[in-house]
């Protein structure tokens, strides 16, 4: 059996980005009474739709679901069109792991430790 939304958590992720329940719905494709169903518990998400509303609220499914209480996000979503530098850059260091992956890794770590 699949862990169910719990519907506080949903309402906190939303809470914390400062957005109300219309726009959160706008954000999924939802309309806004589907997005309402989630947080009164009144409607259960599919696996897939779980891992959107998760990326949209910048937390985990795992938090929704209560695997864990931290709400930190666990992915996130890099599009080629909205930012190409980014994108080709984890694109290159996610496919081969060459030594000039492993330098600019190093590089980053120093540059944030």
Same mark, same amino acid.
């Given at each position: 059996m699949k862990? /169910?939304?719990i519907p506080e958590r949903l309402v906190k992720a939303r809470e914390n980005l400062n957005l109300n329940k219309a726009q959160a719905a706008d954000l999924m494709g939802l309309s806004p009474i589907g997005y309402l169903r989630y947080e &009164?518990? !009144?409607?259960?998400?599919? /696996?897939q739709m779980l891992? $959107? $509303? /998760?990326? %949209?609220l910048d937390t985990s499914v795992d938090y929704l679901t209560g695997q864990t209480d931290d709400p930190t996000a666990d992915q996130i979503i890099i599009t080629k069109s909205e930012n190409p530098e980014l994108f080709k850059?984890? /694109? =290159? !260091?996610?496919?081969? =792991? %060459? =030594? &000039?992956?492993?330098?600019m890794l190093a590089y980053y770590?120093?540059?944030n430790p």
């Open positions: 862990p /169910a939304l &009164q518990g !009144l409607r259960v998400p599919s /696996a891992r $959107i $509303i /998760a990326l %949209t850059l984890a /694109a =290159e !260091l996610s496919h081969k =792991e %060459t =030594e &000039q992956t492993k330098r770590n120093k540059l």
